[in-house]
């Protein structure tokens, strides 16, 4: 391909929670660097996950579920969301197709749609597998009512990979042409360390009910490579005091259960041996607390 016509630039990919953001974008890369569970607001971070054909570079910008929530945490995630959508050359807005097209995901449309931001939008259409066809092209009508400036309305399913080549069809002929931005080895941006903290988020996600996961975060406090493999400390914070002996279980079952998933998890990704010690820590408003949330990588600039 010669260099005139390759084509590279971001993609932000966006939406209310639980959509599939992070499923395509770990399918489209081939590897798992955003977590993935079916609670909302599972992703509390921009992410970055590279593709690379000999056409085009698509630099994916996974971002926080758009919603709505009372903590400072809630209102970073939301701000990091449209920061994103703001800086990213095309918006790729996403929606679940099997729940219904609710007023909240309206007004997310409407936003994007009433010309503020000028970038090529494209609306996502994901979870096909789960619904009948019948029932997808009222979908597809009302989409072209709602946001009649995109450019394209494409169902797809993240979880099984269906239609992705013709989103990414339609997502790289609206790329500038200019040479990749980055080498193509290098498909994310989140490191070792923060891949850890995820890994072991997921598991307390899977595991916990209610609203203990959305008061839990993870602060790895020490990560070191140790001859063949990586020793790490990793404190799972939770936000009360009643929390604690949820978390840990019987005998401590239900930690060992995370701490077994979790590194087998990021063994597989980091291809090396984990030894990963978790322990348990009350702190009691840390979402609320600005300097904390920086600390844990989830201020807004992060
Ligand atoms: N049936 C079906 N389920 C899917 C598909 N894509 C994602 N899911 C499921 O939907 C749930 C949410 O997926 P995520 O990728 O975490 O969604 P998200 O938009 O990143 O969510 P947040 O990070 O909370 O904003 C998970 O249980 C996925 O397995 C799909 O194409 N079909
Ligand atoms: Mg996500």
């Known amino acids: ?132 066809k019948d029932d997808l092209l009222p979908r597809l009508a009302m989409m072209q009512r709602l946001d009649p400036g995109a450019v394209a309305y494409i169902p797809v399913s993240a979880r099984r990979g269906m239609q992705i080549e013709s989103l990414l069809k339609q997502l790289t002929g609206l790329l500038p042409q200019q040479p990749a931005l980055h080498d193509p080895e290098w498909f994310t941006d989140q490191t070792q360390r923060q891949l850890a903290a995820e890994y072991v988020r997921e598991q307390v996600f899977l595991a916990m009910q209610q609203e203990i ?24 914070l939770v936000g009360s005091e009643r929390h604690k002996p949820m978390l840990i279980g019987k005998g401590g079952s239900r930690m060992k259960d995370i701490g077994v998933r979790a590194r087998k998890g990021l063994e597989n990704i980091l291809d090396c041996r984990v030894h990963l010690n978790l322990w348990v820590r009350v702190d009691e408003d840390w979402f609320n607390h600005p300097g904390k949330l920086l600390d844990l990588g989830l201020g807004t600039d992060q």
């Open 1 to 132: 391909m010669s260099d005139e016509t390759f084509r590279c630039g971001t993609v932000a990919l966006l939406g209310r929670p639980n959509v599939g953001k992070s499923t395509l974008m770990n399918h489209i890369i081939r590897a798992k660097v955003a977590i993935v569970t079916p609670k909302p607001q599972t992703t509390r971070h921009r992410i970055l996950g590279v593709y690379n054909d000999d056409a085009s570079q698509i630099i994916f910008v996974d971002t926080p579920g758009i919603h709505k929530g009372d903590k400072q945490l809630n209102r970073n995630m939301v701000r990091i969301a449209y920061a994103a959508a703001e800086e990213a050359d095309v918006l790729a807005i996403m929606q679940d197709v099997t729940c219904p097209l609710d007023r909240v995901t309206r007004e997310l449309i409407e936003r994007f749609a009433d010309g503020r931001l000028t970038q090529p939008r494209i609306h996502v259409l994901n979870k096909v597998d789960a619904i009948k």
């Open 213 to 236: 996961p959305f008061q839990t975060a993870v602060d790895i406090e020490r990560f070191e490579e140790q001859g063949e493999g990586i020793e790490i400390d990793a404190v799972i």
